[in-house]
C-alpha cells in the first residue's frame, strides 16, 4: 500500500498566547504524492511555516490530523519521532542556519554525526552532497566565508546528505539575489526530478514558485485555490 508523503485532514492549528487565541490553520486539507513538486504561495501571516512545522513534525496540529507517509507523528514515542524527522525529512530555510563556527563540510556532516554515521562514511557523503550542489571547491569554507547563494547551497546539501525522501524549503530564495535564487530554485528543482524527492516550496516570489507543477495559495490559514 502507497500512501500520500503528506496528508492534512482538515488541519487546524491554534497558537496560545495567554488568553489571545491565533488560528493560524483553519481546517486546511491537502494531499501531496510521493514524488510532486509543489509550491505554497501566501501573503505573510497566511500559515505557510506553520503548515511547513507540521507537515515536518517539528510541532502537532491542535485538531485534525496529518500523516506523514502514512503515520501519524502525534502517536509516535519520542524515538520513533526523531527517526522520522531524521530519516525522512530534510529542511531548508531562509536565513541558511549554518553554524558559524564550523566549515560547509562540517555543516554538512552534522545531520550524519546525529544518526551515528562512521567518520569515514560520513565524510564522503558530506563530499558528495557538497559536489551534487557545485560546492566541490568551497569544502573548507566557512559560512561568512560564503555567498548567500553558497550558503543556501550548503543549507540544500546538509538537507539531502541523510537521502531524505521529502525537503521542505520554507522562502528559500528569500534571502537571496536574483542571480542566486535563481541556482537555488533550479537546484531544488533538480533534487525532484532527479532523485524523485518530494518538494514542498513556500514562498512569496512566484519565480521561486514556477518550476514547481502545482501551485496552491493559502489565506488565514486554508487553500483557496490551486493551479
Ligand atoms: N509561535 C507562535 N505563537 C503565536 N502565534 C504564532 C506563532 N507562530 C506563528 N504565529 C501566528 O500564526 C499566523 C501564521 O504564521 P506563519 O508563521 O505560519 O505565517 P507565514 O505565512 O509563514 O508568514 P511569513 O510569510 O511572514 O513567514 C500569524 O498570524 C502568526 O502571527
Ligand atoms: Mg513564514
Do not use: C
Request: aromatic letters at 4%; glycine letters at 8%.
Amino acid at each position: 500500500m502507497k500512501y500520500p508523503a503528506i496528508k492534512f485532514e482538515n488541519v487546524w492549528k491554534i497558537y496560545k498566547l495567554g488568553e489571545v487565541e491565533v488560528p493560524a490553520l483553519r481546517g486546511l486539507s491537502i494531499e501531496i504524492e510521493e514524488g510532486e513538486h509543489i509550491a505554497m504561495m501566501g501573503p505573510s501571516g497566511s500559515g505557510k511555516s506553520t503548515f511547513l512545522h507540521l507537515a515536518g513534525a517539528l510541532d502537532r496540529p491542535t485538531r485534525g490530523r496529518v500523516l506523514i507517509e502514512g503515520r501519524d507523528p502525534s502517536r509516535l514515542s519520542d524515538g520513533e519521532l526523531s527517526a522520522l524527522r531524521n530519516r525522512l525529512i530534510g529542511f531548508v530555510f531562509q536565513t541558511f542556519n549554518l553554524i558559524p563556527r564550523l566549515t560547509a563540510l562540517q555543516n554538512v556532516m552534522l545531520p550524519l554525526m546525529v544518526r551515528g554515521v562512521n567518520g569515514e562514511e560520513r565524510l564522503r557523503r558530506a563530499r558528495e552532497a557538497l559536489e551534487r550542489v557545485g560546492l566541490a571547491h568551497r569544502m573548507n569554507h566557512k559560512p561568512t566565508e560564503l555567498s548567500g547563494g553558497e550558503q543556501q547551497r550548503v543549507a540544500i546539501a546538509r538537507a539531502i546528505v541523510t537521502n531524505p525522501r521529502i525537503v521542505l524549503a520554507d522562502e528559500p530564495t528569500g534571502n537571496l539575489d536574483s542571480v542566486s535564487a535563481g541556482e537555488v530554485v533550479e537546484l531544488l528543482t533538480k533534487l525532484n526530478r532527479e532523485l524523485g524527492v518530494t518538494l514542498v516550496v513556500v514562498t512569496h516570489n512566484p519565480e521561486t514558485a514556477a518550476p514547481a507543477r502545482r501551485i496552491v495559495r493559502i489565506r488565514d490559514g486554508v487553500i483557496y485555490e490551486e493551479n
